[in-house]
Structures are given as C-alpha cells and as structure tokens.
C-alpha cells in the first residue's frame, strides 16, 4: 500500500458543518436560514442568517429578498426596521458564506409570538457548472476561514430544513417579541457578509487528506461484513422509510448486503473498480483529516455517521456491474450509470421526489446477485431470497409501464440465486419469514 492520494477530494460540507445537516436545496445551490436570536426585545436587533454553499465550480450571482408582514395575525401593525429588503452578491466557484441582516421590531408592535420572515433565494450561473459537493453535502471540512469563536455563534442558530415536496421559493423563519421595550440606542443597521471557505482552501484540504490516506487504509481493513452489516441494516430501514421509501425487511436486508459488499471486499472482486478511487475511501480521508479520534470508532457507527451517502453512491455503481452480467438488457453506459446514481442522491438529499426504481435498481438487485458473499455466518441467506419473495407480493401495483421491467429483472435474479444456493446445498431454514 502507498500513502499518495490518487483522486482529488471533494468539496467539504460547510453548511452542513455549521447547521448540523439542515440545508435547502435548489440544485447549484444550497443554503440554510435562521435567526438569531429567536426571541427579541422591541427596540432591540436580531439577524436573519443566510448560509450560502455554492454546489458548483462556477461563479453565481445570488439574489435575495426578505419580506416582513405589515400586520399580525390580531390585524394590529407590525413594524420592523431592515436596512434592505433586496440583496445581490456573488459566489466564487465552491464557496460558501454567511450573510447577515439586522432587522429591529419596534413600537407600536403587539408582543407576540410567531413573527414570519419570509426569505426568497434566487441565483444564476454564467454557464453550466461541474458539481463540486454531492447533493447531501459531503465530508466536513478540515479548516474554515473564520474563528472557532464566531463558528461556535454560527452553530448555536436554529436553522430550518425543508420537505422534498415543499417550496424552495420562499422559506420562512419565524421570531418571538417579549413584553418590554429596551431604549432606542439608534443602531445603524447594515447586511455584512463574511466568507467561511473558498476554492483555495482546497490545497490546504489536499495537504491533510493526503497525510490520513495510510490511516485510511488501516481503517478500512475493518469495515467487514460481520463490522458494519449490523448497522448499515439499521440506517437503509430507517433513512429509506423517512425519505418516503418504506422497505420490507428483505429490501432492506439486499440494500445493506449490497452496500457491506461494497465496504468490504466488492471493490477489489470486481474488475474496474478500486477502493482508493472510491467516493467512500475518499469520503473517509477527509473525515480522518477533520478529526483523528474516527478511527477509533466503532466501525459500524463511522460507516453510518460518516460514510453511508458515500456508499450508497458506490453501491449505485458496484450493482450495476454485479448484475449486468446476468441480465440480458443493455442497462446503460458508465456515464449513464453516473446519472442514475446521482439522481438517486438527490433523492436521499431531499431534492428529488421517491421513486420504487431506486430500491430495486441497481441495490436490491445486486444484493440478491452477492447475497452469498455478503451473508453473516451467523444467518442463512435463503432468509433474505424468502423475504424478498413475499415483498415481491406486495410490490407487484406499484411497478407500472417501464417499471414492468425491473420486477421482472428482480425475480429472475431470485430464480438464480435460489438455483445457485440449491446447487451450493444451503440448508434450507426451517422457518420463513
């Protein structure tokens, strides 16, 4: 093994560093609002925070405007001081910022609770930008360029997520004004915006990365099947289910058997793939650089903490090479494959609506192809192909049109499988699911 980096790593996650995972997206662009404090005074300031993450290796104009009601919901005025309700600044390829606007509620406001502010986000590129970060974010970053005082501020926000299926045009967050009137100090009030990490920073990010890769290496030795199956099959039940794809327990069982495969031992069994070139080696790298206490995790819980949207690509890529074999469809060039699995993160990130195909195709599928490999040696894997059967059964209604195919993709995989654990004399478990 060698301790050169072969691969350039990828933007680190500012945003989600910062607001714990909350983030908006809008495809080149991502963002998360808050307000600090949430709970004010009249006469007394608080902030509207925009963090900022450019997804892209382009710049990008971004625009946004803020809107405060004129009334509550009683009918009495709502007066509140904004030094500009429309801003325009822009974004270097990659980087990420917080823009901060003061606002001030002031007499004859009605203490109350509630108070919307409403924020609309737009933004352009000069042309088409080349992803930078993966729809989720990605790993942490190593360094940022602002104080740990004024990150740990940045922290302590309350910031909003969002629904898939809700609308990113306008996000709103919302303020409490107590009963009682501070002094008007006359405070200027003025938008400021400060960079948090920029492009550049990326030779620094290289530099740390690159001095993790062997510990990397020792780490990944023991990301085994018996390690991290465990719990990659708690997370897949749980993250699928509260992204709207609720999965039976043998669609579960596939999806994290293909993923254990591609941890464990998959990249090195089939041709054309590599561990070090993998998003998940690379994702790891960086995560060692942003805090060496990881490798002492339990590898189970780093693969779910830290690695699981990394895998999740990989395993994207991994099964179509795993079941293209024994399918007689032409299932796509690699280009293709890049696509599906990208769309199918956006899908995770909350981006993209759900949609059946990204259970079967290519996951589940190629779980079934490596059930054998993957299988503890403490479980039968007729357990899995016997659950798989009966979701089968309650699938059948929500394959439609093209969709067809890939039912039919999935039970000839199960034939197969059962033929080849018949020829390998299995034993048969005397219940079933």
Not at 128 to 139: D, E, F, Q, S
Not at 366 to 383: R, S
Request: glycine residues 6%; neutral net charge; charged residues 20%.
């Amino acid at each position: 093994m060698t301790g050169s980096l072969h691969f350039q790593p990828l933007y680190p996650d500012v945003l989600g560093a910062i607001t714990g995972g909350a983030r908006i997206s809008m495809g080149d662009l991502q963002f998360a609002l808050g307000l600090f404090p949430q709970r004010a005074y009249l006469n007394q300031p608080l902030e509207v925070i925009l963090i900022l993450q450019s997804m892209v290796d382009q710049n990008m104009q971004v625009k946004v405007a803020v809107n405060l009601p004129p009334e509550d919901r009683r009918g009495n005025p709502i007066v509140v001081d904004i030094p500009r309700k429309m801003l325009t600044l822009g974004l270097r390829p990659g980087e990420v910022g917080a823009l901060r606007l003061p606002i001030i509620p002031r007499p004859p406001t009605a203490p109350g609770s509630q108070f919307p502010v409403r924020v609309a986000v737009r933004y352009r590129t000069a042309r088409p930008g080349r992803p930078v970060r993966p729809p989720a974010g990605g790993p942490p970053p190593t360094m940022l360029s602002v104080s740990p005082f004024k990150l740990q501020v940045l922290r302590e926000v309350a910031f909003s997520a969002q629904a898939w299926n809700q609308s990113n045009e306008i996000v709103t967050a919302y303020f409490d004004v107590a009963p009682r009137v501070m002094p008007d100090r006359g405070t200027a009030l003025k938008p400021t915006y400060e960079t948090l990490w920029t492009h550049e920073a990326m030779t620094d990010e290289l530099q740390s990365v690159e001095a993790r890769v062997e510990d990397a290496q020792r780490v990944a030795v023991g990301l085994t099947r018996t390690a991290v199956y465990p719990a990659l099959l708690e997370a897949v039940d749980e993250r699928f289910a509260s992204r709207g794809l609720p999965l039976h327990p043998g669609e579960a069982m596939a999806i994290a058997k293909m993923m254990t495969y591609t941890l464990d031992e998959g990249l090195a069994q089939e041709p054309g793939f590599s561990e070090q070139e993998s998003r998940w080696f690379r994702t790891l790298c960086q995560v060692l650089a942003h805090d060496e206490t990881v490798e002492d995790w339990d590898r189970g819980a780093l693969a779910v903490r830290y690695l699981f949207e990394a895998v999740l690509y990989d395993a994207v890529l991994l099964g179509f090479a795993v079941i293209q074999p024994r399918l007689k469809d032409d299932l796509g060039s690699q280009a293709e494959r890049i696509e599906y699995a990208n769309r199918l993160l956006a899908w995770y990130a909350g981006q993209a609506p759900p949609d059946w195909s990204y259970v079967y195709l290519p996951l589940a599928m190629g779980g079934v192809v490596i059930n054998e490999l993957a299988t503890l040696k403490t479980d039968n894997p007729w357990l899995m192909i016997y659950a798989l059967r009966e979701a089968q059964k309650g699938r059948a209604r929500l394959f439609t049109g093209e969709s067809v195919a890939i039912f039919d993709h999935m039970s000839r995989l199960l034939d197969k499988a059962e033929d080849s654990l018949k020829r390998s004399r299995v034993p048969r478990p005397d219940i079933r699911p």
